[in-house]
């Protein structure tokens, strides 16, 4: 994913969820989606970071299936009720 701006991170919610391993850009809702190095990899916006953070997965299967059967269970934490929560605390302790 290389959106810049992302609300929750929906979509690499989902393909974690899928078991599938994510690339996307390193910023604050995909950040929350995207555990580095669990579920997924986090890189710069430049499309040398995302390609290299890409081809590190495509080209360790090893890597990819750890990554890959990580994501279902980080996603199941992933909930509207924590994501409130996680908000409200922060406006709480502002």
Known sequence: MTSKHEGWGIIAT???ASGLPVVAVDVPGLRD????EITGLLAGE???EIANATIRILEDY???Q???SSGPNV???LT???SAAKVLSFAVHR
């Open 75 to 77: 996603a199941s934490g």
């Open 66 to 68: 750890r990554l890959s």
């Open 80 to 82: 509207w009720e924590r």
């Open 62 to 64: 090893d890597y990819w």
């Open 33 to 36: 989606a995207v555990s580095h």
């Open 14 to 16: 989902e393909a974690a």
């Open 46 to 48: 430049s499309p040398q």
